[in-house]
């Protein structure tokens, strides 16, 4: 009897969770079904026309209706509370838009899972899609050419001439540096060459106690980061990384007027040799290197910006952490590369309230929330106000690198993986042993790029990339 | 006749049910078995003959990738570095060996001793790499203890960036990791063997040391031949200290943290797939030497070795040799 009554129990729980499972697939199904037959029939149209980003004017929408939730990465801004206080901003100017918010910890992996359920929300930060996919997933939020007057740093997810993310914020590379330091050193102007920035480090080891240069050899990553510079920053040419630099015979050897990959490289190979560098590289501390930089005990640190705000936080002292461009002057240029962080992107599927709603949401963070600003990160609005970081980035000339050209986008990572530089793509072994060889004297510079540039060759013949620079 | 048609008659009989219980109880370990060990070995074989990334088209391209292997520097000189770790090893197993025999009689705090030996081998290995990164650097623990002794810290190397012993160094911590599980294991083995068999040996004069060779290492050589042929294939294959504590940076890139380069960071997988193939034929044929290695050695294991007989009988004969001669002297 026990036995039957306990079967009969499991028989109807089975029962019911089936009918659940039924009941929110159908809901799905429907939902889904619905909305991309909205998609086919472009955007929504508004009281001012189609729906687009430029022709929003956001005064006009104050007593819009709709729910709306914001998928993020984020969790930091979701703890400490930013968050919530940009909403309840928000909310001052659109009351009748509720703005749910979520965190995701595992950010890059999880939301290309929930990207493919296709109800995960109205609002995402695109994740690594392909582009043919963009249109399948997000609302084109512009056109490029219309985007690109008003913001920076849109094209890196636009395709077919239609922009489908904004970045929250962007990120420049430069050299972080202890003003203290350079103040104790007699360094009154910043160095923009590599040979005065060898020179501005001599100065603080003879001066002060500070590590001129901290490499943080040990973490490997942060070695990499010296890729950064090998574009923009060291010959001033937006296309050169994307575009050129496959078809580029020697990109490692030396140009002769202080620029190119070779000059960027052989700064740390010189501090190096020099001795210009923490004692035992070997045992570097990223975790401990931050409060250092902060503190004094370390003079500059190649990293790029989003390390800055890292390096203020580290300790007593945040005025004393500088951010200035990368050492290398192209024609009397110094150039800085600059990129948008991850970019907001709108659901295809949503309904077409909730899409007007979600651009509502993100032009109004945009442009209205100075949440780009707070971060501490490089304006995404054109003429936007920057950060104090930027102040040494006046006169500099500020670019992105260029896209690949079609139909080539998968030549730079075939050519990082055959070559095995991976330039830009985790190759931090090769930057390592360039501290190992100037620090030991093991091998010369020169040979070190040599070998690369032959390493090059090889793969441009191995893959039949032809050789146009 | 009847047990021919009726399938569900047999099933019910011993027999039937017999086959039954052991299809049912193994089909789950091998198809897991199966799934998780040789499905992928076997796609990964396949692999090795393709020139692919994780993603993309692949192109068949034979043994090109084998070739590759034995062509590049950096593959096997990356196995030299494995005979550090052999080294390592065979002091590991010394020094366990050594630890166990004392442990396993009457020691003082002998539990505690065990169990702070084998307490490093519970500690995640990658935990471990954190703690010797900050033992080894400069002027931080180690340095500290051996200034405390007297060293001056000018004196002492720099332990992970000096290259001629930054592979030490590292040996050193999987020494001290992987010492007290070979421990327990041999102290395991000992604890096997009959006491009486001390007591007669003690009878007869055998002091601590003849106990050792002729009692404890017969009774446990399959222990020993074990443990040796794991430390050595696991010095072949080691991969936590270095890419752990110095990311294989340095000249401390085992073959290991070069294959997981090559794979994750080249995105070379059919390169990877051949190394990883051919360090399986490298350790299958280096447990195959052990193999024959040991038994040589322990040959004659349960009594002697036949030079200890041999000395034996020449001694025997020089024995009475004298003795013949000293009866002639006597008799003259």
Known sequence: ?469 | MKKKTNIREWLRSRDGQRVLVIITFMTIPLVLLFVFTYLPFGKMFGYSFYEMKYTGARKFVGLKNYLKVFQRDDCFKALKLSLYYMVGSLVQLALALYLATVLSFKVKCGAFFKGVMFFPYLINGIAVGFIFKFFYTRGFVFDTVLQSLGFELENLPYWLKDQSINNWSLVGTSVWRYFGQNMILFIGAIMSVDSDLYEAAMLDGANRFQQFRYIIVPSIKTIITLNVILSITGSLSAFEPPYVITSGANGTGTYFVIMHEIAHTQQKVGLASAMAIVLLAIILIATGLQKIFFKYVFRSGEDEDINAAKKREKKLARYIQHQRKKQEASGQ
């Open chain 1, 1 to 469: 009897m026990k036995k039957k009554l306990l079967s009969y129990v499991l028989a109807s729980a089975m029962v019911l969770s089936l009918a659940g499972c039924g009941g929110s697939g159908s809901g799905t199904g429907t939902g889904s079904s619905g909305s991309s037959g909205s998609t086919v029939s472009t955007a929504p149209v508004t009281e001012s026309g189609t729906l687009s980003y430029t022709t929003l004017n956001l005064d006009e929408y104050s007593d819009f209706t709709a729910s709306i939730k914001f998928v993020h990465h984020k969790t930091d801004r979701e703890e400490d509370g930013t968050m919530a206080s940009m909403i309840a901003e928000f909310n001052k100017e659109f009351p009748n838009i509720t703005v749910t918010t979520e965190a995701v910890t595992d950010y890059a992996e999880d939301s290309l899972l929930r990207l493919n359920t296709g109800d995960w929300g109205d609002i995402m930060f695109i994740p690594a899609v392909d582009k043919s996919d963009l249109a399948t997933y997000f609302m084109p939020l512009d056109s490029l050419d219309n985007l690109s007057k008003e913001l920076n740093f849109v094209s890196s997810w636009s395709y077919d001439g239609q922009c489908y993310g904004i970045p929250y914020m962007a990120n420049a590379q430069g050299v972080l540096y202890n003003k203290k330091v350079f103040a104790d050193a007699g360094i009154t102007q910043l160095p923009r060459t590599a040979s005065e920035f060898i020179a501005a480090l001599k100065l603080i080891s003879e001066k002060t106690d500070a590590i001129p240069l901290y490499t943080n050899y040990a973490a490997g990553w942060t070695m990499g980061a010296w890729d950064a510079y090998v574009g923009v920053v060291s010959n001033g040419d937006d296309a050169y990384m994307n575009q050129k630099l496959v078809h580029t015979a020697e990109p490692f050897s030396d140009p002769g007027d202080g620029s190119g990959a070779y000059n960027v490289y052989k700064i740390l190979y010189d501090a190096c040799a020099q001795g210009l560098i923490e004692d035992d590289y070997t045992t570097t501390d990223w975790e401990g290197c931050k409060g250092m930089l902060n503190r004094g005990e370390i003079g500059t640190m190649v990293l790029g910006s989003w390390a800055y705000a890292q390096m203020q936080e580290a300790g007593d002292t945040p005025e004393n952490v500088g951010y200035m461009p990368f050492p290398i002057t192209v024609n009397g240029t110094q150039y800085v590369a600059a990129g948008g962080d991850y970019n907001y992107c709108i659901n295809a599927k949503a309904s077409d309230d909730n899409k007007i709603a979600a651009l509502i949401f993100v032009k109004w963070m945009v442009e209205r929330s100075n949440w780009c600003y707070n971060e501490g990160g490089y304006t995404v609005v054109k003429g936007g106000a920057n950060p104090d970081m930027y102040a040494a980035f006046n006169g500099c000339e500020v670019m992105s690198d260029l896209d690949a050209l079609a139909g080539e986008e998968d030549y730079l990572n075939q050519m990082n993986a055959e070559s095995e530089l991976s330039i830009n793509a985790g190759g931090n072994a090769k930057v390592q042993e360039i501290v190992e060889a100037g620090a030991t004297g093991s091998k010369s510079f020169d040979d070190i790029m040599a070998d690369w540039n032959s390493r090059w060759q090889n793969a441009q013949s191995e893959l039949g990339i032809n050789v146009l620079y």
